[in-house]
């Protein structure tokens, strides 16, 4: 039998409209340089948080799913 663990769960997911990213960008924890990469990153819960302008939401380094939605909750 093989033994398969989980290192690094990737989610991924919308808010349906855009985002504010100069809003978000002043946000404590916020790290933001446009020259270098197009979103907003925030790193809660062992997870990186990632929000483009687009509304677009990318989380991850979490080993979990549920620890990938407890970083996006952080921010709510």
């Known amino acids: 039998m ?3 663990n989980v290192r690094n769960v990737v989610v991924g997911g919308t808010v349906g409209m855009g985002v504010p990213i100069d809003v978000l960008s002043r946000l404590s924890g ?3 340089d446009p ?3 197009p979103g907003v990153r925030f ?3 062992g997870c990186t948080v990632m929000i483009f302008g687009t509304g677009k939401v990318v ?3 979490s ?3 549920e620890d990938a939605f407890d970083a996006i909750n952080m921010l709510v």
Do not use: D, P, Q
Request: hydrophobic share 50%; proline share 0%.
């Open 2 to 4: 093989i033994k398969i």
């Open 30 to 32: 916020a790290m933001y």
């Open 35 to 37: 020259t270098e990469f």
């Open 43 to 45: 790193r809660l819960n």
């Open 59 to 61: 989380v991850v380094g």
């Open 63 to 65: 080993v979990t799913g």
